[in-house]
């Protein structure tokens, strides 16, 4: 009977073992696919911001990237709809299955809005979705961009401040719902002082959010400020930290390459991810 008994208590320790191995697996597992949720709908975000971006600026200044020095956001097959009143301007997007740039294909329309009042201290634009897909992902909202002229931490001189205020619905092709809320700063660091040139503008951006899965919250910080350039179709460097529970994610765009790689991290096991479509 006793050996009968230890037999019985070892298999019992080996099963809950065994058990207690699958659990941590699946739970890495589990952070891992949420880390890459998250990445998916951070280039969305990047996207849309610098969409709105360059609609604003090209409203404001109508002639700028009219050379051969111009890196546009947007691809030819873009349809951009033009309509003016007397105090606003509105342009309304139509990607047909549009590839940027970086990879990411869009379909459907975003409509951006805002003052013909250029030269008021800040100028607020408003950005919504119909029918907008970035690659197959379902995306819904409208919120708004304050954008102001000022001087911040990350350059003295004064230059433009664009703060994305973030509330976001997305659906993916599986049928997985995620809502985001929070801010995104895009600061025009470099090119500020040549507005009829693209090319040589550099972008840092800093921001927070949470986003809501289908089993629970994800918080998010930029913990190292992200560094886009416009002649590079993706983010070169920053670090993104994301936790949920007591668990922590970051993604790491590199040290300032211009490639669609970065390090997910997730629990300190590291792995290299390819982004976009």
């Known amino acids: 009977m006793k050996i009968k008994s230890l037999i019985l208590s070892t298999a019992i320790a ?34 849309v911001s610098k969409i709105v971006d360059e609609q604003f600026a090209l409203q404001a200044n109508p002639s700028a990237g009219r050379n051969s020095q111009e890196v546009s956001a947007l691809p030819s097959c873009v349809t951009v709809d033009i309509q003016l009143t007397a105090n606003s301007w509105t342009r309304t997007l139509t990607f047909d299955n549009c590839e940027l740039p970086n990879g990411n294909v869009l379909d459907g329309t975003i409509i951006v809005s805002g003052s013909l009042n250029f030269d008021a201290p800040s100028q607020t634009i408003s950005y919504s979705f119909v029918d907008f897909h970035h690659n197959d992902i379902l995306v819904e909202g409208n ?30 092709p599986n049928g997985n719902e995620y ?24 972008f840092t951006i800093s921001g ?23 002649n590079c179709p993706h983010i070169v460097s920053g670090v993104i930290t994301t936790v949920r529970d007591n668990n922590t994610a970051t993604l790491d765009y590199g040290n300032g390459d211009c490639d669609n790689q970065a390090t997910l991290t997730v629990n300190g096991n590291s792995t290299t991810i390819t982004l976009g479509n």
Do not use: Y
């Not at 927070?208 to 416009?230: D, Y």
């Open 14 to 47: 080996v099963l809950a073992l065994s058990c207690s191995k699958d659990d941590s697996n699946n739970a890495a597992s589990n952070d891992l696919s949420d880390a890459k949720v998250n990445a998916k709908i951070d280039l969305v975000t990047e996207d």
């Open 143 to 172: 919120r708004t961009v304050v954008r102001s002229i000022q001087s911040t931490s990350a350059q003295a001189a004064p230059h433009p401040v664009a703060n994305m205020s973030i509330d976001m619905h997305v659906t993916f």
């Open 179 to 202: 809502h985001r809320v929070g801010n995104r700063i895009r600061e025009m660091i470099e090119g500020f002082g040549t507005p009829m040139i693209w090319a040589d503008n550099v």
């Open 208 to 230: 927070n959010w949470t986003t809501t899965f289908p089993a629970g919250t994800r918080t998010s910080t930029i913990t190292t400020p992200l560094r886009a350039e416009a």
